[in-house]
């Protein structure tokens, strides 16, 4: 006897649609064609098996089917980022502006990345998208581009340093996430590490009495994610140019020129005036472009760090390049937005959703909050801030919702953070939450 037959025939399973019948379903087969066949067969065969438990009516098959498609083929889900970090490493960092999105879209084809439509001949790669950064910091003699910001500083130091010294202040050998510390990152391109000082306090005749012979360059390294305070002492840029070395300079957070709300926040433009070889920096930060390197300096050097054979391995491609010159020469980012928001903006806009979530009798209410730039940018600078206030549960539920919300902890609440929401997403934030006080 086969299963077919030991189900009885007034058995409601027997009315399940079959897979072939279900695929064939018009909002299916449409659906097969924008995600894949193997997502929408994977979507389907779990509503007949929700209809086999009996949760589910063998009429409500091809819906439910239809329910569980995701928005795409990718595996990665947007979120909305309530948590007030602006720059969330585990959220991807800095998003891309709408104009750096269609670019992207239109560079997805056939493009000119490395053809000169003029003359039909071969083109240096990222022309435009280099032109676009080097007219953002008319400091530096040249720019490149690499896939981060650790390839930047690992480029530098395997072009400029193999078999050589890196001098550089051990009040400034840190680790920059994951557990990926810079001495070794360095020491695996073949340099040798030269540190002098001390924790607190490295001055300029440190560096002068270590540098000689073997030295590649001197490394100055921002410490963007921790501050030491205190009795302490870090040389400048401008004095280490004095040197009879290259100085090359890892500003970490990408903002390129100075910004007024981050006065301690080192950028590319004023270390190249100091005196800087070389700027290494992140695209994917306070720049608010898409993850990159930057190199920024003196032209022989970026030349020979172009040239070099190890940056054809860590080179970026052509959507890279096009979110980055649309950021670079388009209009302010979200993270620039975020950054300078008004807080009176946010609490006008907590306090339109707070009454509206309310009267659906959701318990929230709104509280003041302390946002921060993130990302390994801006130690201690806290950016006030309005967030809703809803019961700890609603974290989980927000997570795991139709539109992800990552809120944060904070005294037994979640609190969602509108820093870094645009305004243009507060309607479905406000959704997200009715959805989720109904779970």
Do not use: W
Not at 277 to 300: F, I
Not at 325 to 339: D, V
């Amino acid at each position: 006897m086969d299963a077919a037959s030991a189900v009885p025939d007034h058995d409601v399973r027997r009315l399940i649609p079959r897979t072939d019948v279900l695929l064939r379903e018009p909002r299916l087969a449409e659906a097969a064609q924008r995600l894949g066949a193997p997502v929408v067969k994977a979507a389907v065969r779990e509503a007949q098996r929700l209809a086999r438990a009996g949760r589910l009516a063998p009429e409500g098959v091809a819906d439910e089917a239809v329910a569980l498609l995701p928005d795409s083929a990718c595996g990665l889900r947007a979120v909305i980022n309530a948590t007030g970090v602006l720059l969330h490493t585990n959220l991807g960092r800095a998003p891309l502006s709408d104009t750096a999105r269609r670019a992207v879209c239109e560079a997805a084809g056939p493009t000119d990345v490395e053809l000169d439509l003029a003359t039909g001949v071969r083109a240096r790669r990222g022309r435009t998208a280099l032109r676009a950064l080097h007219d953002r910091v008319p400091a530096a003699g040249a720019v490149h581009v690499v896939n981060n910001g650790a390839a930047a500083l690992v480029l530098a130091a395997t072009a400029l340093a193999a078999d050589k010294e890196i001098v550089v202040s051990r009040g400034e050998m840190v680790e920059i996430g994951d557990g990926f510390r810079l001495p070794d990152l360095l020491v695996s391109t073949g340099a040798r590490l030269r540190e002098v000082g001390t924790t607190n306090r490295t001055t300029v005749d440190d560096y002068a009495a270590a540098v000689g012979p073997d030295t590649g360059f001197v490394l100055k390294v921002h410490p963007s994610n921790f501050l030491i305070t205190g009795f302490t002492r870090a040389a400048e840029v401008a004095e280490l140019a004095r040197l009879d070395v290259p100085v090359v300079v890892d500003i970490g957070s990408g903002l390129l020129a100075p910004h007024p709300l981050l006065p301690d926040e080192p950028d590319a433009e004023t270390q190249l005036r100091a005196g800087a070889s070389l700027v290494t920096a992140s695209g994917d930060k306070l720049l608010g472009g898409p993850q990159c390197g930057l190199v920024l300096g003196d032209e022989d050097l970026v030349r020979a760090l172009a040239r070099h054979p190890l940056a054809r391995a860590l080179r970026v491609d052509k959507l890279t390049l096009a979110a980055l010159e649309a950021t670079l020469a388009g209009p302010p980012t979200p993270t620039a937005a975020g950054l300078t928001a008004d807080p009176a903006d946010l609490r006008a806009r907590a306090d339109k959703l707070a009454a509206a979530l309310g009267a659906d009798g959701v318990d929230v209410r709104v509280v003041e909050s302390d946002a921060t730039v993130g990302g390994g940018g801006a130690p201690g600078v806290t950016l006030p801030s309005a967030a809703l206030s809803l019961p700890e549960p609603f974290a989980a539920a927000l997570r795991t919702g139709r539109v992800p919300v990552v809120g944060r902890l904070e005294a037994g609440r979640c609190l969602l953070d509108l820093r870094a929401v645009p305004p243009e997403d507060d309607e479905r934030l406000g959704a997200a939450v009715r959805a989720a006080a109904k779970r």
